[in-house]
């Protein structure tokens, strides 16, 4: 079965520092794989996913997320944190077998201090 | 604003009674997701729906139904309810429901069992 780990439950940076947010995933082929966020009482937003091609993909809002298939892992990152980024951020994987389904991680709060 | 609506935003409810969630897709979308977000599970895929018919089911109780309507709007149906349903019930939609289509989600309706 596919899972996704998000190891980092909470992580606090300060503002323009830069930011990391770690995802690992298991999965029995080529993954399709996404990033989402969450702001407070607001629904996930789709930062950026990827299918296929190059491992570097651009988001929305300047992150950015690498693919590296020998690590099972599809970081993402972000050079400089501003201070409305503080939300939380959901690793997902998506389809198993069965669907089109999205597996999500356990997410990752981000707070920013200023 | 992802052009996904829910309603209500918020329901308060008493163990053992029923409540209808209700989720229009974005204009054009014939696939709809059902997903639940609670502390204890993360966030988990419940069912999804097809031009009105099942597509997939995941990890969602007997107790639950869903349905998609000709106009392609969908319905969740929680009965009995117990004090661990209460969670954030995400509603996602695509157009064709394909193999790693990027998922729209909606705000969520908030659910609260006392």
């Known amino acids: 079965a596919q899972s996704v780990t998000q190891p980092d439950i909470h992580i606090t940076v300060s503002e323009g520092a830069s930011l990391e947010l770690r995802c690992n995933y298991s999965?029995?082929?080529?993954?399709?794989l996404f990033w989402y966020v969450q702001s407070p009482g607001q629904g996930l937003q789709l930062l950026l996913k990827?299918?296929?091609?190059?491992?570097l993909v651009q988001g929305i809002k300047g992150f950015e997320a690498e693919f590296k298939r020998s690590q099972s892992s599809f970081n993402l990152r972000k050079p400089s944190v501003h201070w409305s980024d503080a939300a939380e951020y959901f690793c997902?994987?998506?389809?198993?077998?069965?669907?089109?389904?999205?597996?999500f991680g356990g997410g990752t709060r981000l707070m920013v201090k200023p | 604003d992802s052009g996904v609506t829910q309603t209500p935003k918020h329901l308060i409810t008493a163990t053992g009674q029923r409540v209808t969630l209700r989720c229009s897709p974005r204009?054009?979308?014939?696939?709809v997701y059902w997903y639940q977000q609670s502390l204890d599970q993360g966030l988990q895929f419940l069912i999804q729906?097809?031009?009105?018919?099942?597509?997939a089911k995941g990890n969602i109780l007997e107790r639950f139904s869903a349905q998609q309507f000709p106009d392609l709007h969908s319905e969740l149906n929680l009965s009995s309810l117990e004090l661990g349903d209460s969670a954030l019930y995400f509603c996602?939609?695509?157009?064709?429901?394909?193999?790693?289509?990027?998922?729209?989600f909606g705000p969520g309706t908030r659910l609260l069992v006392l």
């Open positions: 999965y029995g082929a080529t993954p399709y």
């Open positions: 990827y299918f296929s091609g190059d491992t």
């Open positions: 729906y097809y031009n009105g018919e099942e597509r």
């Open positions: 996602a939609s695509n157009r064709e429901g394909a193999r790693g289509e990027t998922q729209y």
């Open positions: 997902a994987v998506g389809p198993n077998n069965a669907g089109n389904m999205l597996t």
């Open positions: 204009s054009g979308d014939l696939s």
